[in-house]
């Protein structure tokens, strides 16, 4: 498994034609092993299926093989103690490898539900081309793992997304007279600071502090001497579990009404939170599983970001779909690397957890 893991690192899948070049190598070590798989391809990304198993509920683990871009040494795995370095070490070619294994030593004749291994290449661009595609031809199941890095901690909640792009309008007038105008980046600015008390900013959850407000992009102004007339501002918003999308807009909007402020908006991009609870029975038996399986209390927590488990949690009302994969740190960064022994209880819990009662 690790030495898979160290084979997939080196692909150099940062591209779309690397990812594919890392399915396919996925596809035929899998063949090589005696699996069934079928290789799909939507307008040129690919991706693999393989089921295994009997009954009438369906476990899916899913996981992608492409990567963010790296420097050139990153694509050499280097181990060294219980780490294993290089890009896509965490995020999460070791979830993938482990799953892969898993998927070998299953025993279907031991299993009482359907495990389905889905591997993608292009989540790290959206997934929509991919598991989202998958989701739409039919492939989805009962309960979701996609294998992202999580500490082997349980991310069985994520926030939802909002953008919410605004312009704010003001009166152009000479810069050396910026009392006949109005500055539209004073505009903003005011609405800005104003956010921070509106009430759905004051809202936590069991799992979430508050929801995020992130101001990531702001254009204004072309001249030193004349009062900005226009200032376009966009925000992400990730709001909690429980948190209404429209009522977040609506008070976005009335806060400008009620600071007198002349804006447009254009709310897009909006992404479900995902709720799982704990209750769920899916939940309850992994959380036997990682006890079984590592002596630890397993931990619950609410994920910050989004994943390819929103596409399949839309077909069941947000629920049984989360992440749940092995440790390691900095992934995105220089210094990626997963811990070997992790990855190892990671494909124990995934095989405990499949043949569970």
């Known amino acids: 498994m690790i030495k898979l893991l160290k084979e997939l690192i080196k692909i150099q899948s940062d591209t779309k034609e690397g990812a594919n070049e890392a399915l396919l190598f996925c596809a035929d070590w899998l063949k090589a092993k005696g699996e069934t798989v079928t290789v799909h391809d939507n307008k040129g990304y690919m991706m693999l299926t393989a089921a295994k198993g009997q009954g009438t509920e369906t476990i899916v683990w899913n996981g992608h093989v492409d990567v963010v871009p790296g420097h050139e040494e990153q694509f050499v795995p280097m181990e060294e103690q219980d780490r294993l370095y290089g ?84 009166k152009p007038a000479h810069g050396s007279r910026p009392w006949e105008g109005i500055n539209a980046i004073e505009s903003a600015m005011k609405f800005h600071m104003a956010i921070a008390d509106l009430p ?58 009620t600071l007198h402020l002349d804006m447009d908006y254009k709310a897009s991009g909006s992404t479900p939170a995902l709720t799982t609870t704990k209750e769920n029975p899916f939940i309850q038996s992994l959380q036997k ?13 609410g994920q910050h970001g989004a994943a390819d488990t929103r596409y399949y949690a839309a077909v069941t009302g947000g629920e049984g779909a989360i992440e749940f994969g092995p440790s390691g740190d900095d992934w995105h960064g220089n ?18 957890h499949a043949q569970s009662e």
């Open 87 to 170: 890009r896509g070490s965490a995020d999460m070619k070791a979830g993938v490898a482990a799953m892969m294994q898993a998927f070998v030593e299953l025993d279907s004749s031991s299993s009482n539900r359907i495990v389905q291994l889905h591997i993608v290449t292009d989540e790290e661009i959206g997934g929509r081309n991919t598991s989202k595609w998958l989701v739409e031809q039919g492939f989805h199941g009962d309960f979701v793992i996609c294998g992202e890095p999580t500490g082997l901690k349980v991310g069985l909640q994520s926030k939802g997304i909002l953008r919410m792009d605004m312009t704010f309008k003001g």
């Open 200 to 257: 759905f900013r004051k809202e936590s959850t069991e799992y979430y502090e508050q929801p995020s407000v992130n101001l990531p992009i702001i254009k204004a102004g072309e001249r030193y001497n004349v009062v900005p007339e226009i200032c376009e501002m966009s925000y992400d918003i990730r709001f909690m579990p429980g948190q209404d999308k429209d009522e977040i807009v609506r008070q976005l909007v009335d806060l400008a009404d």
């Open 289 to 301: 599983a990682i006890l079984e399986t590592t002596e630890q209390e397993p931990i619950l927590f």
């Open 335 to 352: 210094a990626e690397y997963v811990l070997i022994s992790s990855v190892h209880s990671y494909k124990e819990i995934l095989l405990a």
